[in-house]
T-cell receptor, first 114, second 111 residues
Framework: KAGVTQTPRYLIKTRGQQVTLSCSPI?????VSWYQQTPGQGLQFLFE???????NKGNFPGRFSGRQFSNSRSEMNVSTLELGDSALYLC?????????????FGPGTRLLVL | KQEVTQIPAALSVPEGENLVLNCSFT??????LQWFRQDPGKGLTSLLL?????REQTSGRLNASLDKSSGRSTLYIAASQPGDSATYLC??????????FGQGTELSVKP
């Protein structure tokens, strides 16, 4: 069974631009979560989607948004990029997104904002 | 605010040594705890998930324990190998599956 895939793997953008990242979960998984990883803040939860609905959201500004499609693939969008948005963005999938299941992560998208 | 702490931040051991990585959490109502491994520049690999009703889980040379009363979890690695070198992260699994991560322990196993 294929794992979680994320595209693109690397991105370079300039301040003020917007970016869209994509995540395809493990086949059959309906929950997708997004995390931001930076050297200073570590791994922080962005949001979680299940069956096209956002169920949970972390403490990030409204510039960070996401959506999920009917095939469970998810996209994350960051508008008006700031230097501090440079990070590794990871998505994770699980079958139903409950606290009783292990979550499986993709390889991440490394975003550099210049 | 729920917090997860991992000490030490870095650890270097010679090959073949048994070692323990520590994880402390403030969430007294913890559901589960998950251990991950992260290689440089890569994503996270799930190692073990311990449910709150369990005290430990084992997978190969890895054994993880969970003590809710003391707010601690440990990851025991037996007979360490250079290939075990990575950053190890523990995460408090909240209701709804939201993960709260520690800062990780960077492990280096020297041949």
């Amino acid at each position: 069974k294929a794992g979680v895939t994320q595209t693109p793997r690397y991105l370079i953008k300039t301040r003020g631009q917007q970016v869209t990242l994509s995540c395809s979960p493990i086949s059959g998984h309906r929950s997708v979560s997004w995390y931001q990883q930076t050297p200073g803040q570590g791994l922080q939860f962005l949001f979680e989607y299940f069956s096209e609905t956002q169920r949970n959201k972390g403490n990030f500004p409204g510039r960070f948004s996401g959506r999920q499609f009917s095939n469970s693939r998810s996209e994350m969008n960051v508008s008006t990029l700031e230097l501090g948005d440079s990070a590794l963005y990871l998505c994770a999938s699980s079958s139903t997104g409950t606290e009783f299941e292990a979550q499986y992560f993709g390889p991440g998208t490394r975003l550099l904002v210049l | 605010k729920q917090e997860v702490t991992q000490i030490p931040a870095a650890l270097s051991v010679p090959e073949g040594e048994n070692l323990v990585l520590n994880c402390s959490f403030t969430d007294s109502a913890i559901y589960n705890l998950q251990w991950f491994r992260q290689d440089p520049g890569k994503g996270l690999t799930s190692l073990l998930l311990i449910q709150s009703s369990q005290r430990e889980q084992t997978s190969g040379r890895l054994n993880a324990s969970l003590d809710k009363s003391s707010g601690r979890s440990t990851l025991y690695i037996a007979a360490s190998q250079p290939g075990d070198s990575a950053t190890y992260l523990c995460a408090d699994v909240n209701q709804g599956g939201k993960l709260i991560f520690g800062q990780g322990t960077e492990l280096s196993v020297k041949p």
